[in-house]
Each structure stands twice: as C-alpha cells, then as structure tokens.
C-alpha cells in the first residue's frame, strides 16, 4: 500500500465528512485533522474495500466516511520505515580514546 493511501486512511480514522461545493459542485473529503482527501482517491479506497460513507445523509450535508475493518487492518500492518530498498549505513566505529595522564 502507498504511503498516500496510508496517509489517507490515517485522517480518515479521525473523522471525516465528504462533502459537495454547492457552487463548483466538487466533492472532496474533509478530516478531523483539517486534510483535504480528494473524491477520485476516495473512490479508490472505497473500491479497495478500506472506507465506506453513511449514503444515508445527503452529500451537500456532509457524508460521514468511516474505516471498514480492512482498513484498520490496512493501518495495523508493519510497514518498512524508509525508502523501499534502503538500507541505513553501517554506524562508524568510534577511535579509541587518548588515555590522560594524571598531574
């Protein structure tokens, strides 16, 4: 999974509305965490099966977006901490300290 989709899934779990400009009528999802998740990465994650949204309440009121339990497993899996492909270098050896003779 990309770290976008990560990122995504991360502001969705907390809180998210989608919601339609009445004027330029453009959907885009709104987070608890102030992040702007546009509508097209949205469809994709519903269509993986990681976030559903209540169709219950209409879009210019805001649909609520939740995490499906696929997606907080998404969240649960232990993911590479840098680049793909990296290694961090070995750590320098240090040079044996000078010995201080005593006055």
């Known amino acids: 999974m990309a770290a976008k989709e990560i990122a995504a899934l991360l502001a969705i779990a907390q ?4 919601h339609e400009n009445l004027i330029t009528h453009r959907l885009a999802v709104a987070t608890g965490s102030r992040t702007r998740i546009s509508y097209a990465q949205l469809q994709h994650l519903e269509a993986s099966g990681l976030v559903e ?8 009121a805001g649909q609520p977006v939740t995490l499906t339990d696929a997606g907080r497993a998404a969240l649960t ?10 290694t961090p270098p070995p750590r320098p050896t240090a040079p044996p300290s000078p010995v201080h003779s005593r006055r």
Do not use: K
């Open 77 to 86: 899996v232990p993911r590479p901490t840098g680049p793909p492909d990296t």
């Open 15 to 18: 809180g998210a509305t989608l």
């Open 53 to 60: 949204r209540d169709t219950s309440h209409p879009v210019h």
